[in-house]
């Protein structure tokens, strides 16, 4: 596509249901970044592919967090067993490779869990 | 491990006046340092970057930033804010082993009339 596209763009969830998120990258970018940006933090670094590998996992904040990628293009991260302090806009990024080059950003998903 | 400080969250300004916004990172390799801007209801969108060569580099709306080795800054500057540049703005560091990109915590330009 033409830019990276998230879906859904919000999503209203009930704590301890476990929510989905999606992230279609731009065509032929290699690396893909998932970050968390809430009020007052910043872009809260969660995990990046190189293809479908994951060389860093250390920013996810708990094991109810997971990600995979699948075919070097679509990602989905995983919030298992969601509570309030989830709640936030989980962006998502692309670039042609990871280190020098542009990334990429989607609109995000804003996640509210009541 | 790499990082990045902006130690002002938000900087008000008057209409025309010069602004600086500050960033330093913390890294024991080589590094790339980049600006996003995050205009108001908007998605993150790169300012300019510093990949090597030159230490100044320039964006195409008049902002400049200067990447300084010794200081470990990058910080960001324009002579002349308007209206339209009141934003929130992200430096961001990648490089070393992993390349994994990494932001500060932004700082918010509250361009006032």
Known sequence: GAGVSQSPSNKVTEKGKDVELRCDPISGHTALYWYRQSLGQGLEFLIYFQGNSAPDKSGLPSDRFSAERTGGSVSTLTIQRTQQEDSAVYLCASSERTGHTEAFFGQGTRLTVV | ?113
Do not use: M
């Not at chain 2, 890294?27 to 790169?46: A, R």
């Open chain 2, 1 to 113: 491990a790499q990082s990045v400080t902006q130690l002002d969250s938000q900087v008000p300004v008057f209409e025309e006046a010069p602004v600086e916004l500050r960033c330093n990172y913390s890294s024991s390799v080589s590094v790339y340092l980049f600006w996003y801007v995050q205009y108001p209801n908007q998605g993150l969108q790169l300012l300019l970057k510093y990949l090597s060569g030159s230490t100044l580099v320039e964006s195409i709306n008049g902002f400049e930033a200067e990447f300084n080795k010794s200081q470990t800054s990058f910080h960001l500057r324009k002579p002349s804010v308007h209206i339209s540049d009141t934003a929130e703005y992200f430096c961001a560091v990648s490089g070393g082993a992993t390349n994994k990109l990494i932001f500060g915590t932004g700082t918010l330009l509250a361009v006032q009339p």
